[in-house]
């Protein structure tokens, strides 16, 4: 095979150490291996870029993983051309697995350009990415504390959340202080009650009237605490990112519009793409790299399972929660979208093909800066083919015993 890089090396990347493979192809066709191992320490990294440069080594290439090839990337960035590649996509010979043999390898396939690279964006987007990611991870534990609190209330016999549908509200937050201080008295609790929530003043003293121990009270202290401490935690991951998201306002606003997307998807989906989609052709082919579309697997003139890949995970659940919130959007071709294929498909697989729908207009809206989101209306199906939609319903009522005419409307 004709070789694309002579000067380059393969990286078999772990906690502690890294293994490298030079390879060179000098001008008379000699081909001189060298390797070494490296610790992943800051001097050892520096160390490793020092030798290649020396080397005249020009393109690098490593495996994704894990987070471990971060500090390596760190590290080697704007010095050499960095390839990332699929785990996946460049498994060893079975049988010959040794960390040499991985090193080799991935320097074999990249001399012969047959490693294929991920997309790694530019260090700020990188950080704008892990600011995302880290609130997505504490909205979860937020929501994960306030279900472990709901377990002690039931454990003492507290039915709260079962008539309040919040119950971080104010009026809920007063409920369980009350709980923490040591009340019993169910009439009293209720009567904290605001707004609407007065309206179940008789089903909350039943709810309040339970049997909450002392290590009860002590763990529901704890853990609104912890809640406390979440909030004020987003509190101020939302202000920092709001502050690395200025230059792209205009773009959140047009964003913003799409049914089903808020700031904070907005914000996700700047995060995980970017503003500059030129590597991606099409919108197709970004939302095959987001992992939003059907797997392709056809043998034997079958098609197989279409399960979709993993893609993007952080930028998938963001659209998916998009896509379920879309679907309760009134008078929108989104929640028509959602509920054509809820009858068909189930509510998960049609929240995937909305938010596929939403990737891909999200992809034109930042693609052309001078495009707002026009929503088509929740009769466009009905619209698109409005013969067969008559013939299907007619039939349907035939098939129910009925003699149908069809009588236009006055305009």
Avoid at 155 to 174: F, H, P, W, Y
Avoid at 241 to 261: H, K, N, Q, T, Y
Avoid at 333 to 360: C, D, E, F, P, W
Avoid at 384 to 395: A, C, E, G, I
Wanted: net charge positive; glycine share 8%; charged share 25%.
């Amino acid at each position: 095979m004709k070789v694309v890089y002579p000067c380059s090396c393969g990286l078999d990347v772990h906690k502690r150490i890294l293994v490298a493979c030079l390879m060179i192809l000098a001008a008379d066709g000699r081909l001189t291996k060298e390797i070494r191992t490296f610790g992943t320490m800051m001097e050892d990294l520096l160390a490793l870029s020092e030798w290649l440069l020396a080397a005249g080594c020009t393109h690098v290439a490593m495996e994704s993983t894990g987070s471990y090839w971060k500090p390596v990337w760190n590290v080697l960035e704007g010095n050499f051309e960095l390839v990332l590649a699929n785990a996946q996509h460049i498994k060893t010979v079975p049988g010959r697995k040794t960390d040499v043999r991985d090193c080799e390898w991935i320097a074999e396939l990249l001399r012969h350009g047959l490693l294929r690279g991920s997309f790694v964006p530019d260090r700020e987007q990188r950080e704008l990415r892990e600011l995302t990611r880290y609130r997505t991870t504490l909205t979860e534990e937020h929501t994960a504390e306030v279900n472990r609190l709901q377990k002690v209330l039931e454990g003492g016999n507290i039915k709260l959340a079962s008539v309040a549908t919040d119950l971080m509200g104010k009026s809920g937050r007063e409920m369980l202080a009350a709980l923490v201080a040591g009340s019993t008295d169910a009439q009293a609790m209720a009567d904290l009650a605001r707004g609407k929530l007065r309206d179940k003043l008789p089903e909350l003293r039943k709810a309040l009237s339970g049997q909450v121990g002392h290590h009860q009270r002590f763990m529901l202290a704890e853990q609104l605490a912890h809640i406390d401490e979440l909030d004020e935690r987003v509190a101020r991951l939302d202000a920092e990112i709001e502050e690395r998201m200025r230059p792209f306002v205009e773009l959140i606003d047009r964003l913003d519009a799409i049914p089903g997307v808020g700031r904070r998807i907005a914000h996700v989906i700047i995060a995980e793409v970017g503003t500059d989609l030129s590597r991606f052709a099409t919108a197709g082919h970004l939302a095959s790299w987001a992992g939003m579309c059907p797997g392709n697997n056809q043998s034997a003139g079958k098609r197989k399972s279409g399960k979709t890949r993993k893609g993007d995970s952080a930028l998938r659940a963001a659209l998916i929660e998009a896509g379920h919130a879309a679907g309760k959007k009134k008078d929108s071709y989104l929640r028509a979208q959602y509920h054509r294929l809820t009858a068909r498909r189930g509510r998960n697989k049609a929240a995937v093909a909305v938010g596929h729908t939403i990737l891909g207009i999200a992809y034109h809206l930042i693609t052309n800066e001078h495009s707002f989101y026009s929503d088509l209306g929740v009769h466009y199906f009905d619209e698109r083919d409005r013969d067969r939609v008559q013939k299907r319903l007619v039939h349907r009522l035939e098939a129910l015993g009925y003699t149908v005419s069809l009588e236009p409307a006055a305009a």
